[in-house]
């Protein structure tokens, strides 16, 4: 998920983190390991069909999600799944705020959406952006509390819950494992305003072409 969200949220909580180191959640990746790699764009098929389960809880996979925290950092979003560096495999990383100024870190490995009873379902309908349809935002109502389910990279059952912006990027990024860009969710009017944006705006980071 692109980084360009909640500015009226950041400013909301000024005064809060000028008096009081910010409260984390998770904890921050190693960045002296990994290493950044080129973002997959709309129009790569291994962004639009569903990603494998993962098996293999090992050294490989540690990687991957060093790999995808860098990744993540170079290009400026609040999370990222692992095709949009290219690789199948289902398995995504965040470090993202959420409406309380709350910042969340960490993956998940197997991501599976809860089903929400529908009293909890209370549509937000913030702008969002995508690494992977670089410089476009939109707005999209999601429900504005999302739980997941799946593991961590030991194989390690994990549920990762939040409210507002945190749980847009849970629900994006678990979108992304399965095959779908958050503009496949858009009216068609819109979506044809964000592939525009796209094509107007240049990357900061360095995305992998299409053929
Ligand atoms: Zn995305």
Do not use: W
Not at 55 to 81: H, K, N, R
């Amino acid at each position: 998920m692109a980084d360009e969200h909640d500015h009226e949220h950041a400013h909301d909580h000024e005064q809060d983190e000028a008096t009081a180191a910010p409260k984390v959640v998770g904890e921050e990746p190693d960045l002296s390991k990994g290493t950044a790699r080129p973002i997959t764009v709309v129009g790569n098929p291994v962004l639009h069909r569903e990603t494998r389960t993962v098996t293999a809880f090992d050294a490989d996979l540690s990687a991957l999600i060093d790999d995808m925290f860098q990744s993540m950092y170079a290009a400026e979003g609040v999370g990222l799944a692992a095709n949009q560096i290219g690789v199948d495999a289902k398995v995504f990383v965040y470090d993202c705020p959420d409406d309380e100024g709350v910042r969340h870190i960490g993956h998940v490995v197997n991501p599976v959406l809860e089903d929400l009873p529908s009293a909890r379902r209370v549509l937000d309908d913030s702008p969002e952006g995508c690494l992977s349809v670089p410089t476009a935002y939109m707005e999209l109502a999601r429900p504005d509390f999302a739980a997941v389910t799946g593991q961590d990279k030991d194989g390690n059952p994990v549920r990762v819950e939040g409210s507002g912006f945190f749980a847009r990027c849970l629900q994006h990024e678990t979108d992304h494992l399965y095959g779908y860009l958050y503009i496949d969710r858009l009216s068609k009017r819109d979506r044809k305003d964000a592939l525009r944006q796209m094509a107007e705006g240049t990357p900061r980071y360095a995305t992998v072409p299409n053929e």
